[in-house]
């Protein structure tokens, strides 16, 4: 989810509409219980300030969360629809004994509208098949018991009827196991998500209730019951408020807990199946012992599920640590066969593969550089200090080239062997003069050596640049480098000075 520069709203904008949104419902509550008509404004006021947000929302939101709120705008929407044929037609006061209507139709649209846009916050991304299949399962824990119960509780209706009041509490399962799987697959998620998560279980604990009530007869439109709807709502006017004010980290950590949760899914809804039958159920013995083996089934298939996960988490667990093992490896091996020990520099296997990549993206490219090292008297200092006093030369001069090097893409300093460094570089003939002048002041400062004894040394350098050679190659390159400094060095030695030449260096 990318971070939103520009919030719409200022802070306290998120809070303050938390407070009114809680004491709005609150009010809703207490007014129902007193059997106020009050209750209606309210709610209506509250669904058309939600609608508002979320549209405010699908505009001025963060661009990946716009697609989000237009389509839970459109969910919001559906449902206002809803409530209002719901309170114009009488004859649909109870979905649960009555033929399904217009109300009906307009509520169920509610659930794949809100579907997509959880189907959204994943980026189109399909849920795993575990998820999927929790979510299956959830659901139909929930609508086959309920099926049953709806027939007991109303057995003159029609099948329609039945399998409708069963829906709004499957579809509510459905959209509450998908959302916990969002939860599940992803570690970080938009705050908008709990909002969203909160007004979904308030609709899903309005569902069951509304059932309950209507197979008891016990049920209408200004029943306590309804403010858990009026709160669901003003959850989804909260999430878009969310998404419009500003916040210091604009994402949400998944806690530890939350995959334990979703797993339980099933579980949970195989539970509230149990307890709604409880409630409501007047069947005969044999019906609830057919019941009571409807649940058993149900339990023993969702334990074999639950075990075959618990075995796919354990095996992608086991793969993950083998990949990382393997990748691991693959990166010591690198290192190892490009790596010197000594010095920590590249060796001379990674200053080809560099010279091999520059040149191999164009062949007849004049900016590749080599600077060939070699230092002077070397073999004085094992003799007469000790291989650890040479040891310690040889890192001090790895690290000051390494300093020198830095962090340009361009550089690459290496050592090739015994006292034999180079640098490779991109850049012209004059550049690799300037370097040639750095790496030689670096080389003459004094190197304190572990007994605490202080000495000085010096290097010969030589230069081959591609711009001075034609049909340039990698060998080519670091032989010519090789060569001039070996001309450097044999100059020096016969004392004689060193004739001018744009690819030998002092």
């Known amino acids: 989810m990318s971070v939103r520069t520009s919030p719409f709203l200022p802070p306290y904008w998120w809070w303050g509409g938390v407070c009114l949104t809680a004491g709005l419902c609150g009010t809703v509550f207490t007014l129902l219980l007193t059997d106020q008509p009050g209750p209606v404004l309210l709610f209506s006021g509250l669904m058309r300030a939600a609608a508002l947000l979320l549209a405010l929302a699908a505009v001025r939101a963060p661009p990946d969360l716009r697609g989000v709120f237009r389509r839970l705008l459109a969910a919001t929407l559906m449902y206002v629809a809803g409530e209002a044929a719901f309170v114009l037609t009488s004859s649909s006061m109870a979905v649960s004994t009555g033929e399904p209507g217009l109300p009906d139709l307009l509520y169920l ?78 570690r970080r998620l938009p705050l908008i998500v709990l909002p969203l998560v909160t007004g979904v279980l308030l609709i899903v604990l309005g569902d069951m209730a509304y059932v309950i009530l209507s197979a008891r007869g016990q049920y209408s439109p200004l ?165 650890a006093a040479g040891d310690e030369v040889l890192r001090t001069v790895g690290h000051r080239l390494t300093e020198l090097a830095g962090q340009e893409p361009d550089l690459l300093p290496a050592r090739l062997s015994g006292d034999e460094f180079a640098l490779v570089f991109l850049g012209t003939p004059e550049r690799g003069e300037a370097l040639a002048g750095q790496i030689a002041a670096l080389i003459a400062r004094p190197i304190t050596l572990p007994d605490g004894q202080t000495l000085t040394t010096a290097g010969s350098l030589g230069q081959m640049h591609s711009a001075l050679t034609a049909g340039v190659t990698t060998s080519a390159l670091l032989s010519g480098a090789d060569h001039a400094m070996y001309r450097v060095k044999r100059d020096r030695k016969a004392q004689r000075p060193v004739p001018h030449a744009p690819n030998l260096f002092d």
């Open 109 to 186: 649209a509610f659930y794949p509208l809100v579907l997509w846009a959880l189907q959204s916050l994943r980026g189109g991304r399909p849920l795993p098949l575990m998820s999927r299949l929790n979510i299956l399962a959830t659901t139909l824990t929930i609508v086959l018991p309920l099926y049953v119960v709806l027939v007991q509780a109303s057995p003159e209706q029609r099948q329609l009827a039945w399998w409708t009041g069963a829906l709004y509490p499957a579809l509510d399962a459905w959209v509450l196991s998908t959302l916990l799987a969002l939860l599940f697959t992803r």
């Open 223 to 387: 029943h306590p019951v309804t403010a858990l709807w009026t709160a669901a709502i003003g959850a989804f006017g909260l999430s878009a408020l969310r998404a419009l004010t500003a916040t210091a980290d604009p994402e949400w950590n998944r806690p530890a807990w939350v995959p334990a949760l979703v797993q339980a899914g099933p579980y949970v809804a195989l539970g509230i199946a149990t307890v709604t039958w409880a409630l409501i159920s007047h069947g005969d013995a044999v019906e609830n012992v057919t019941f009571g083996g409807i649940m058993a089934l149900t339990a023993l298939l969702l334990a074999r599920q639950e075990l075959l996960g618990i075995r796919q988490r354990r095996l992608t667990t086991r793969l993950r640590s083998t990949a990382q093992a393997l990748q691991g490896s693959r990166r010591d091996l690198w290192r190892q066969l490009h790596t010197d020990d000594l010095t920590g520099l590249p060796n001379r296997r990674a200053c080809l593969d560099r010279l091999d990549s520059w040149l191999a993206q164009n062949p007849t490219r004049t900016d590749v550089g080599v600077l060939f090292l070699d230092l002077d008297g070397f073999k004085n200092v094992n003799d007469g200090y000790g291989h």
